[in-house]
């Protein structure tokens, strides 16, 4: 089992900036993947950003390239997701997750952080 706990969450206005932090404990390894997701009101969670264990490799949901940047410290196991120029369209619930190495989904999940952007 892996129990995750996101923070950083909360009201900024458009153009803003935030960052998301994520500590993972339980049975953990650093070869996992790390990834972030939202879900906004009415809609379906997205994908928003992944991390390999190395953290050399990451890729981004379009919708955020150059604006977002994640990272890990894997002697914390924790992983981050800075968020610059927040737009009102970032607004959701952000949610860490973590997919086990060789597996082909994400397994675990936090309970996810608010962030709230005004225009």
């Known amino acids: 089992q892996v129990q995750l706990v996101e923070s950083g969450g909360g009201l900024v206005q458009a153009g803003g900036s935030l960052r998301l932090s994520c500590a993972a404990s339980?049975?953990?390894?650093?070869?996992?993947?790390m990834g972030w997701f939202r879900q906004a009101p009415g809609k379906e969670r997205e994908f928003v950003a992944r991390?390999?264990?190395?953290?050399?490799?990451?890729y981004y949901a379009d919708s955020v390239k150059g604006r977002f940047f994640i990272s890990r410290d894997n002697a914390k196991n924790t992983v981050y997701l800075k968020m610059n120029s927040l737009k009102p369209e970032d607004t959701a619930v952000y949610y860490c997750a973590v997919r086990p190495y060789l597996h082909t989904s994400y397994k675990y999940w936090g309970q996810g952080t608010q962030v709230t952007v005004s225009s």
């Open positions: 339980g049975d953990t390894a650093s070869s996992d993947t």
């Open positions: 991390i390999a264990w190395s953290g050399s490799t990451t």
